[in-house]
């Protein structure tokens, strides 16, 4: 049995009454859910606001993306693995969609980051998922297979990804309302899995893949009902405490 998880990604939005308002908020709620790994992602100069307002609740905190290198050194705007443990983070976003097309992250970059993290002890949310082009040309599977080997490629890969969590998001999925459906989502779920499970049994059975794109309080428990999805990362209606947690109990269930 897999635990599910609802993962709240902020993106760039916040400020420092706005994270005091969304986490005094789901921490109230939080307690319906049961069962559920919450996690939020605020901002990284949110981190620390967010460590100490979580104290002793039921919620972890994590990061939206890393550095690739680990350690210190002159990387001028870069945020360390080794940082983000330091404030109280144990899960880090690699590889969201918004990384690779507008900073133009590369699926190798992304592996290394998911290596680097791993190593540090932060459990990486591996994002993958498919262009609408890349979709509508029937090239969905290949692409997110891609993205998958350019960690198991790597030696470190495999152990990396036994300590991952992954999420499928289709990129037009993502902040378009559009969201897949449970049986479009599903049949990705189930091919990951079964990409997973070339490499170990035991690693496909165990590993949680989230769905992210579009979850609202309206679909999320029939996306979360489908057989290969272990939960939900959450864009936009992660922003409302009340969707948020709504979405957290659907998992639940
Ligand atoms: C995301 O950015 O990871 C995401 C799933 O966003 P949204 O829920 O807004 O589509």
């Known amino acids: 049995m897999r635990r599910p998880i609802v993962a709240g990604n902020w993106k760039m939005h916040g400020s420092r009454a706005f994270v005091s308002e969304l986490l005094a908020g789901i921490k109230e709620g939080v307690t319906a859910c049961e069962g559920v790994e919450v996690i939020v992602c ?45 404030m109280g983070a144990g899960h880090v976003i690699v590889g969201h969609s918004e990384r690779r097309n507008i900073y133009g992250e590369s699926d190798a970059l992304v592996a290394e980051k998911a290596i680097v993290a791993a190593a540090a002890g932060l459990t990486p949310i591996l994002c993958v998922g498919e262009l609408l082009e890349e979709r509508e040309s029937g090239q969905t599977e290949q692409v997110v297979g891609r993205q998958l080997d350019a960690l198991l490629q790597r ?83 992660s922003l409302k405490a ?9 998992a639940a269930s």
Request: with cysteine; charged share 20%.
């Open 42 to 86: 605020p901002p990284f100069v949110y981190l620390d606001q967010a460590a100490s307002l979580l104290e002793g609740a039921r919620v972890a905190l994590g990061a939206q993306n890393l550095c690739q290198v680990s350690g210190q050194g002159a990387y001028t705007g870069e945020i360390s693995c080794d940082m983000l443990r330091d």
């Open 155 to 237: 030696e470190e890969g495999a152990a990396a990804l036994e300590k991952s969590v992954i999420a499928y998001e289709p990129v037009w999925a993502i902040g378009t309302g559009r969201t897949a459906t449970p049986e479009q989502a599903q049949e990705v779920h189930a091919y990951i899995r079964q990409r997973l499970a070339q490499i170990s049994q035991n690693l496909a059975d165990g590993a949680r893949i989230l769905y992210g794109g579009s979850v609202k309080p309206g679909n999320a428990a029939e996306l979360f009902g489908m057989a290969d999805i272990d939960g939900g990362l959450i864009g936009g209606a």
């Open 242 to 250: 009340g969707d948020f947690l709504a979405i957290c109990r659907a």
